[in-house]
């Protein structure tokens, strides 16, 4: 098997809650040539730690040594690859969908097919907020773009191990 193919990744990198600490990791990443595909910084339960979580894709041996020089940085507490083990990842999207009085109701019915809720109700338009893995985002998005998306937000990824296994 060859395991230097090219991949989604999923890292949960938990860091001391410090003015340039994000800056330093993301220039390992660009030094390497690795684009961040999503990133979500927030801080933990004790303030004086944050938790971030990168989505990136590359071969990896490249990506190997990335983390090891991730870990190596100062104010970096653990640096984990989640790619391949049992957690749950998910994230969110916000989809201003114009639709009027005669489009609304299949809008909300693909909505609700999803488990999305309207949070937002105009005479032309709605906002609909769904949460889930990405391939359920992509099949909502899908149908809805005959409908005009007029605007789209989606979080970064977020993941957390299952069970008693720390992130």
Do not use: Y
């Not at 998910?90 to 201003?96: D, Q």
């Not at 114009?98 to 097919?113: F, Y």
Request: charged share 25%.
């Amino acid at each position: 098997m060859n395991t230097n193919h090219i991949a989604a990744h999923t890292l949960s990198i938990v860091v001391a809650n410090k003015p340039g600490v994000l800056a330093r990791i993301a220039h390992v990443f660009a030094r390497r040539g690795f684009n961040i595909d999503s990133l979500v910084v927030s801080a933990s339960m004790e303030g004086a730690v944050s938790r971030m979580t990168l989505t990136v894709r590359g071969d990896l041996a490249n990506l190997q040594q990335i983390i090891e020089q991730v870990k190596k940085l100062v104010d970096v507490i653990h640096c984990t690859d989640h790619t391949g083990e049992d957690v749950v990842i998910k994230e969110m999207a916000l989809v201003k969908v114009q639709a009027g009085p005669e489009a609304r109701g299949e809008v909300l019915q693909i909505a609700d097919h999803f488990g999305a809720e309207s949070v937002d109700l105009t005479e032309t338009s709605l906002i609909v907020m769904a949460t889930g893995d990405s391939d359920k985002l992509e099949a909502m998005l899908g149908l809805l773009k005959k409908f005009k998306i007029v605007e789209l937000c989606r979080t970064g990824k977020v993941v957390m191990a299952r069970g008693e296994k720390p992130t």
